[in-house]
């Protein structure tokens, strides 16, 4: 099992849809997590930190459910400019590292 | 602004030669960290630097070495680059673990580094 799991997709919709991706983590004792953005050939950027209680930017809301070990990542109102990989990361082993999931590749259609 | 450049975009080196990849930021940060990113891999850590001259190897050491003499840099080195060594390198840095708790902080990183090994 991967240590940091998620769906690669492409999870392909209309603009104006909603879009939810999981992410599955191996180790419970888990305390740091985040979604990165990565466009086709650029570097990842962090699009949020992930907070116990969850967290809302705009039309983005992440959630973390520490019982299922699984973070989430609600996209609301798709633009055009959402298509890009999203990552989920986790401080799988304590300390300064941090784990990256595969990436989900996401495609809003006009 | 974190800022973190890295030397070059685009790189290409032919199978045998000693390829020195690098990386500056300019946010104080005590942690650097070099990636390569493949298709279907992901990003899989190479090296971590936790300071001047300290350095933990990732998951994929082999191959690579680096060097930190100064905070602000950190260098690659592929010692005789293969072909398997093509690839997108990534280089990244960060505030260190535990400065708040338990938490590990979030990873900036360069533009990326595409290097071709013919």
């Known amino acids: 099992r991967k240590e940091v799991e998620q769906d690669p997709g492409p999870f392909n919709v209309p603009e104006g849809a909603t879009v939810a991706f999981n992410c599955t983590y191996s180790?419970?004792?888990?305390?740091?997590f985040f979604w990165y953005r990565q466009d086709c050939r650029k570097e990842p950027k962090l699009l949020m930190s992930v907070y116990s209680s969850g967290n809302e930017d705009g039309r983005f809301t992440a959630q973390l459910n520490r019982a299922s070990q699984y973070i989430s990542l609600l996209i609301r109102d798709s633009k055009l400019s959402d298509s890009a990989t999203y990552l989920c990361?986790?401080?799988?082993?304590?300390?300064?590292?941090?784990?990256f999931g595969g990436g989900t590749r996401l495609m809003v259609k006009p | 602004d974190v800022k973190v450049t890295q030397s070059s975009r685009y790189l290409v080196k032919r199978t045998g030669e000693k390829v020195f990849l690098e990386c500056v930021q300019d946010m104080d940060h005590e942690n650097m960290f070099w990636y390569r990113q493949d298709p279907g891999l992901g990003l899989r850590l190479i090296y971590f630097?936790?300071?001047?001259?300290?350095?933990e190897k990732g998951d994929i050491p082999e191959g690579y070495s680096v060097s930190r003499e100064k905070k602000e840099r950190f260098s690659l080195i592929l010692e005789s680059a293969s072909t398997n060594q093509t690839s997108m390198y990534l280089c990244?840095?960060?505030?260190?673990?535990?400065?708040?708790?338990?938490?590990?902080?979030?990873?900036?990183f360069g533009p990326g580094t595409r290097l071709t090994v013919t």
């Open positions: 990361v986790v401080n799988i082993r304590a300390g300064n590292m941090l784990t």
């Open positions: 990244a840095s960060s505030l260190p673990w535990g400065r708040q708790g338990g938490i590990s902080y979030e990873q900036y």
């Open positions: 630097s936790y300071d001047v001259k300290m350095k």
């Open positions: 180790n419970s004792a888990s305390q740091s």
